[in-house]
């Protein structure tokens, strides 16, 4: 099992890629958030900060090449950030319920 991150810029993209990923049980749930980004400019060295939007879904690790090419045909222009980190403990019952409610692999 993991968590699937997904970073984008607007709220929009992030509710859309969100709605794909659950309509083809490519995750299992997803929750949404906005934090600032602080960054440092390589050029003027000033720290500035933009939005972003995180979505965070739970799937079987199997599924995240399914995932990430899923967004590289649909987002060619604007592809976002997408990482993983693992599961590593998870009560069993809510484990099964994540398989039974993902894609079969």
């Not at 972003?52 to 045909?73: E, V």
């Amino acid at each position: 099992m993991i968590l699937v991150h997904i970073i984008v810029k607007t709220k929009k993209q992030a509710r859309e890629i969100a709605e794909l990923l659950l309509a083809e049980n490519l995750i299992y749930s997803a929750s949404l958030t906005t934090k600032k980004v602080f960054r440092k400019s390589s050029i003027t060295c000033e720290v500035n900060f933009e939005k972003q939007t995180i979505i965070d879904g739970k799937t079987k690790a199997l599924l995240f090449s399914t995932i990430n090419k899923k967004l590289r045909a649909n987002y060619t222009e604007n592809m976002p950030l997408l990482y993983a980190v693992p599961i590593i403990y998870m009560d069993e019952e809510q484990i099964q319920a994540l398989r039974d409610q993902t894609a079969k692999v």
